[in-house]
Structure formats: structure tokens, C-alpha cells
């Protein structure tokens, strides 16, 4: 899936969850949504918070967002790099796989970025 | 078991760990120190990493750890609350348990913090 | 995957593994089958525990399968979207992802439904 | 530790986070209040959906709760070993540990029951 | 808890759920006896199996009852360093506090097992 | 995916991964490498740890990678099923998916090293 479909796929679903009238979901995805905004740690330092989390915990999907979140923030290659690391460290080899897809995730998202800036 | 006893347990047994002369897990302890080191994100950023991840992964004793070096990094009350929030909502009520004992810890960390500054 | 297509494909897999000829690997499938039949708790509420539990362990192909389960044994939507919402509180945002693809797999079963009422 | 001094501690850690003052925190723990409360699946049936997420995921505190709960809504001792099998069934032999406190936990709840009735 | 107390709660508590009358739950404990029995692959490396499954799904008891067992099959001391290796490899740092008390339960065992031959 | 495309997937990524520059990165994964040479436990062996590991953490990609490897280092289709059946009573049923992905790797691999002695 690429990363364009990826993200109409999740936008598509994530609306008819929404949608569905049952306040206690609606509520939880409020709560997700502004636990990461600006507070007393920046969206950039919680965003690398729920990339680590997501990684160790082995979520391609959730990985996939914070990754593109990250970038939007300022991430650099080096900080994303010493995040994998410590992801790397906690969940061990078995968390590889998602760190393979996540470098492939990372360079779309890159290339992504480097096509909007050329336009 | 108090934050003192927990200190000397862990360093008593990875002491026996690291003398068991196996190579491999020597190696990997030492890649475990260095992760948290200043690099391209601040050892601070990385110990809340580590925490975060230690939440969601629901351990006690990496929690307890993570904590103790956050706040040697200077992490603030409302930077520990808002990383809580960001394991709390990632990590679900199943981590509510591992949370109580957060708080304890926390609250141990900071009493230690302040009977050393007046002494 | 088509709803048919994963169907198709577990039960020729579990053909397979029960026709390996080991006998503990027989004995866990039977057991695993036993585990949802009647008895002090219906089968509805069996199969309600084994997808809420499926949710929060974020097995994409048991929580398929017990939909499925589910909605034969008459689960209403709005009981569907209690026991999701049960499911997500414990597992927390981590388990969205698995949520998305649970609301299309239960369109997929509704659908079914529908159609072979209609046949 | 008793299922009082449990239940103490338990309470005094939750007074102690929801006094914290973090609003997100806060919230999360109504939304997971609320998830247990009657509705299209009534609050026994939700309790035991609680108690079996707890036992594959393997919180002991989280399963404590849910005994406690799932006592007061008249789970009988019958209904308790179904739900205990479910899980015990998916989520393996590594949960049998938990089983073991669980049932330590379900006999102090059925005497802590019984010695009331009898005041 | 010593080792002989964790013995004699597992003894005790394994009766009551066996004497609890559930079917499946005593099929399920049947079949986990069988699973390390001698076959293609000897009791040894069934329990060695046994022992690095629960590291790194890090059930503390799991590992205690392994470690026994893998002690009573003759496991070395160099064997069980290197299986506590591959299960902190493959399942991180966040293993380490059960590597911890892994290596406290073993030199229970060992100290046990000298002071039976010295009898 | 076929056993070939993943097995280029696997090698592309990797090569990315280690040629990313991150010193900790590229120690973990020489420690990965090490943890399964011959030592005190044979590769036969430690491959069998990986591949039990890989099933109770349920991690596709690594199954996949353990299959092989134990396929080369001799693992007869007895000791496979062996092997499965530890992870299956210790993981549980919600290892099941993965079972029914492994037994279809496994074919994969047993006909591929067919095809490679024929030739």
C-alpha cells in the first residue's frame, strides 16, 4: 500500500468509526488527538514519544503516522535514526521488521516532501 | 520494595549478570547505556523515550529506572504528567495499574530530590 | 483479502495443520472449539470475549473470525460498537488501527448478510 | 497483599493521579468508567469482557478489579471458569500464572461476600 | 519468595483450579504437560523452548518453572547464558529486569541442587 | 509475498538500515547475528529459541526468516511440529494465524530446497 492510499484508506475508515454514533470512541479519538499538542512538551518531542511507542509496541499503522507527523515537525534523519535506536534497544530484534518498514515509510515521506517543495 | 532497595537489588544482580562473562549480553548492555546518551536528540528527550516505552510495554522496573533519570535530566512534573497521558492513551487502561506505581515512584524521586538539596 | 478469500484461505490451512498428524496441535483445535460452546455463558457472550480479547491482543485475523462468529450468533451493532469501545479503552489507541479494519470486516459481514437474506 | 489493602492503595494512587490536575488524564479515566455502564450489552457482560482482556494481557491488578466487578454484577462461579477458559484458550499457557492469582483473588472475593451476608 | 514458597503456591493453587471441575481448563493443563515431553525434540530443548518463550513474553513465574525444569534436564550454566542471550536479543531491554531476577532463581536452583548432592 | 520477494525485501532493507550510519543500529544487529552462531547451544538449537520466540511474539517476518534457517540447519518436519505445538500451548490460540502462515512458509522452504537438489 503506498503511502497515498495508506492515508485515504485510514482518513475513509477513521470517518466511518467517527461516524457511527457511539460517544465513548468519538471521545477516545478526541483524547488521542490532543494528547499530542503543545503543552509543557513540545508536538515534536511527543510525536518521537509515540513513534518509540508505536515501534516497540509493533504498530506498522501507527508507526506510519507518527512517522509522517515527525516530518512535519522537523525531525531530522539523525533524530529519527537515534529514536529507531532506542526503539530498537527496548523491543528488540522482533520489533526489525517494522524498523525495515519504517525507513521504507520514511523515505517516501521524505520524497514526498522534497516533490511538494519542488512544485 | 523502597526506591533504595530497588536500586541495590539492580545493581547487585546486573553486576552478576556482567560477571557471568558472556559476551554477547555484556555487549548488549553497553548498546542499552549508549542509547541514552546526547546525541542528535538530547539525553533527556531519549530518557522520556524510555519511559514512555517502558509504559506502554507495562514494566515496572524500566518505569522506575526511566523515572529516576528523567528526573536527574530535569523533567519537569507537567513534562512527566504529559508523557503519562501520551503512554496512558497509546497504552490503554491496562497500563492504569503500572501508572499508580509511577506516581509512587515519581513522588519517592522528587522527596530524595529535595532531602538532598537541603542537606 | 475478500472476506471469501481469508475464509478460503484459513480453512485450507487449518486443513493442513490438522492433517500434519500431531496430535497436540488436534488436541489445542478442539479445545479452542469447545472453549465458544454453550454452556454456563451463551455463545454470544463467549464469542463477544474472544473478540474483545482478540481486539486487545490485535490479531486482525481472529478478530475476522470472530466477527463472523458474532454476528451469526445475532450481535447487534450497537452491542458490536459497546464491545469495540470496551476493547479500545483497555488496549487504548494502539488497537485503532485493528479497529479500522474491524468496521470494514463488519460491513463486509453485514453485507453478506443482506444479501444472502435477500437470495 | 489483601484484597483491602488492594482496594486502599488502589483508591489512594487513583485520588492521587485525578488530583494531578491533568485534564487529559482525567478524562481518560471517565471514558473508561464510563465504558462498563449499562448499554446495548449489559454492565455483567462488560465486566467479563474486562476480566478476559485482563487475563490475555496479563494484569494481574486489572483482573483483581474485574473479580470484584464482575462479583457484584452475579457472575456465577460457573460463568467465572468459562471466562477464565476463554482466555486460558487464547491467550496460552503463559497466562496460567495469572490464573493461579486469579483464583486466590476469587475465593477472598466469594468469603469477603459470604462473611457480609452473614452480618 | 523463595524458591520452596513459590513451589508450594503453584502446587496448591494448580490443585484448585484442576479440582474446580472446569473440563477444558484441566484438557489445557493436560496438553501443557505433554508439550515438553520426549518426541522429535528431546525434554531438554523443550524446555530451553519453554524457557526463552517466557523471557521474552516476560512471565517471571514461567521462567522460575523453566529454569527448574531445564536444571533437572542438565542445562549448563553456559547453555543458559546463551539462551538468556537470544531471549534478550530478540526481546530487548526491556527484558532485562526478568533477566535480573532469571539469574537470582538460577542460583537457587544451582545452591539447591549442590546442597541435595551434598546430602 | 512469495519466500523470494521477501527474501529481497528483507536484504534491500536491510542494507538501507545498516548503511544509515548509525553505529548503535549496526552493533544490534551484529549482536542479533552472533546470538545464533555455535556455542555452547548448537545453531540447530538457538535457530529452534528464534523460531518459538518469533510464534509467541508473533512477529510473521521473523517466523518466516527462523523457518529457513532451521530448514538449513536440519530441523526435520517432526521436530517443526514440535516446536510449533511448545509456542501454540504457550502462546495460545491467538497464535493460531501465524501457525497457519508458518505451515505455509514451511511448505515454501521444503519445496525450494526440493527443487534445489533436483537441479
Known amino acids: 500500500m503506498t503511502l497515498k492510499e495508506w492515508q485515504e484508506y485510514r482518513q475513509r475508515m477513521n470517518e466511518k468509526i467517527l461516524g457511527s454514533g457511539h460517544l465513548g470512541i468519538r471521545r477516545f479519538f478526541a483524547l488521542d488527538h490532543h494528547a499530542y499538542e503543545a503543552g509543557a512538551l513540545s508536538p515534536k518531542v511527543k510525536e518521537l514519544l509515540g513513534l518509540v511507542a508505536s515501534l516497540v509496541l509493533r504498530c506498522d499503522d501507527c508507526i506510519t503516522y507518527?512517522?509522517?507527523r515527525c516530518h512535519q515537525e522537523g525531525v531530522t534523519r539523525e533524530e529519527f535514526?537515534?529514536?529507531?535506536?532506542?526503539?530498537l534497544v527496548v523491543g528488540g530484534s522482533i520489533t526489525i521488521p517494522h524498523l525495515r518498514r519504517?525507513?521504507?515509510?520514511l523515505e517516501e515521506v521524505e520524497a514526498?516532501?522534497?516533490s511538494e517543495a519542488a512544485s
Chains 1, 2, 3, 4, 5, 6 share one sequence.
Open 112 to 114: 514526498a516532501g522534497r
Open 102 to 105: 519504517a525507513f521504507e515509510r
Open 81 to 87: 535514526l537515534e529514536a529507531f535506536n532506542v526503539a
Open 66 to 68: 507518527h512517522i509522517i
